[in-house]
């Protein structure tokens, strides 16, 4: 029956999709109790009475995993509720030794927003942001034997260390209308969360960790004639593809799901509301368990804390933090420094954006900046192995030098022995070019010797100049560079070799 690929799938259905994402919080303790909140520690060490759920044991909101959600929030275009009650979400599951996990449910600290997408040719897209509500992480269960899997596994481990992580779930309304680009939309919304989160420095942003997860809804449905409202038509059944930890994973779910669910529904068959497990070697989805409704949950409000109840004026305070989105802080500054898109890519692609931002705040000019970073320093940050970031030269070195340039006192070669000076330690460019006596010569009477010494050497040359074949200077030109071991101003020098000529330039 197969014979669908995403392709025909998306041309003969209209696909609908709404990701749902899960960010880890970088916060020191955990969201409820004053465990540690790190990554890879010994199995079972970072836990206590209250993350293990026993008897007695009371949760306390952690007010810094509540201030990252809020400006999380805040970024996402969210209003931020007066008052959110906790709820127990309860299910039976051996990652959570609570037996119910505490989550928000009708009161949501951060509900109804709305985040500009761009994609990779440039068109925005916007996404409408349902909620983004705290809530804690399960533990993780590790099966032996049998292939990792839970089937056919010969016992199961449970490490509690990321029971209680606080999480941000931040859910999306269905995204409808994407047609053949739904795939490449979903991965670049989780990318613009992931870089929102980093530049709000509220989580890592690591998705091979998990700290960053997605879980990708699908659905498909008749696509009506041209014309017709889409809208109109109902939503079909969905699909959702659990914990895909990598952008390229989002964009093969898509894929995969669209052409299962068509193959099934052009046989007449039903798609199935299910949740599905993502498989990484054969980019393919396998059922989960069949998809919940929240009245499954038997959700109720926590009895054994107080709501969330940020004042105004904190959350004021808080939107006065907002970072302004990476994916719009590239386009301003491209716009600024009126870069083509190729350089802006590289500069990003390179990790040298911030560099270069840094290099144009301490004087240079745009292109200048770009130009140090993306040429000699990249090639040098390569040949040594390391980020260019890592290269023991400043930004304001580089603008440093940049300005002994503009100002005439290096040429493009003397500057390039100024930067190897700097690299070795000696110091500042202005200090490498005294300790080196690099700068250019530009005494008049020290190149006009040089110039008279090159012609005299050199009388056929002069011969030609005369002649006017002033292209001839070149010859001169050179000799006196060699002479003056490159220090001298080549313009200034061929200005020269003209006058002494009696020719006009
Ligand atoms: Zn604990």
């Not at 939309?185 to 980093?198: E, F, L, P, S």
């Not at 004639?225 to 038509?233: F, L, P, T, Y």
């Not at 040089?450 to 074949?469: F, R, S, T, Y």
């Amino acid at each position: 029956m197969s014979g669908y690929t995403y392709e025909t799938a998306t041309r003969d259905f209209d696909p609908v999709f709404g990701i749902e994402v899960h960010v880890e919080l970088n916060t020191n303790t955990k969201m409820f109790c004053g465990c540690a909140n790190e990554f890879g520690g010994e199995p079972n060490t970072q836990v206590c009475p209250v993350c293990l759920g026993l008897p007695g044991a009371m949760p306390v909101p952690n007010q810094k995993a509540v201030e990252s959600a809020i400006r999380l929030g805040l970024s996402l275009g969210c209003s931020i509720r007066e008052s959110s009650r906790f709820a127990r979400k309860n299910y039976f599951y051996p990652d959570l030794a609570k037996d119910y996990q505490i989550s928000q449910y009708d009161e949501p600290t951060c509900y109804e927003g709305e985040l500009e997408v761009v994609l990779d040719d440039g068109t925005a897209v916007m996404i409408g942001i349902e909620r983004a509500h705290i809530e804690e992480d399960a533990g993780k269960n590790t099966h032996k034997g049998g292939g990792g899997g839970i089937q056919g596994a010969d016992y199961s481990l449970v490490d509690y260390n990321r029971g209680g992580v606080p999480l941000v779930e931040i859910v999306t309304h269905p995204i409808e209308g994407m047609g053949d680009r739904t795939a490449e939309v979903a991965r670049a919304y989780v990318a613009t969360i992931r870089d929102i989160v980093k530049a709000l420095g509220i989580s890592d942003g690591r998705m091979e960790q998990g700290s960053v997860r997605a879980d990708v809804n699908l659905s498909l449905r008749a696509k009506v004639a041209d014309g017709q409202d889409q809208s109109a038509v109902p939503l079909g059944k969905r699909s959702e593809t659990k914990n895909v930890n990598s952008l390229r994973a989002i964009e093969n779910a898509i894929h995969h799901e669209a052409g299962r669910q068509a193959d099934l529904l052009s046989a007449g068959k039903p798609v199935v509301q299910e949740t599905r497990h993502w498989h990484e070697d054969t980019k393919s989805t396998t059922p989960g368990r069949s998809k919940e409704e929240a009245e499954d949950y038997r959700y109720f409000p926590e009895p054994d804390m107080l709501p969330v109840q940020p004042s105004r004026e904190w959350v004021e305070e808080l939107r006065g933090t907002i970072t302004e989105h990476p994916a719009k802080m590239r386009k301003r500054l491209q716009a600024d420094w009126g870069f083509a898109d190729m350089e802006m890519r590289d500069a990003i692609n390179a990790d040298a954006l911030d560099l270069i931002a840094a290099t144009v705040a301490a004087g240079a000019k745009p292109q200048a900046a770009r130009k140090w970073w993306m040429g000699e320093l990249a090639r040098v940050a390569n040949e040594r192995e390391v980020p260019v970031a890592s290269l023991p030269v400043t930004p304001a070195d580089i603008a440093e030098l940049q300005g002994l340039v503009d100002a005439g006192t290096l040429n493009d070669k003397l500057a390039r022995q100024a930067l190897e000076g700097v690299l070795a330690g000696e110091g500042s460019p202005t200090a490498v070019v005294a300790s080196r006596g690099l700068a250019v010569v530009s005494d008049d009477s020290a190149l006009e010797a040089a110039v008279d010494e090159a012609l005299a050497a050199q009388p056929e040359v002069l011969a030609k100049i005369q002649d006017g074949k002033i292209q001839a200077a070149g010859a001169i030109v050179g000799a006196v560079m060699k002479a003056t071991r490159g220090q001298a101003d080549a313009g200034r020098v061929r200005e020269i070799i003209l006058q002494r000529a009696g020719v006009e330039g």
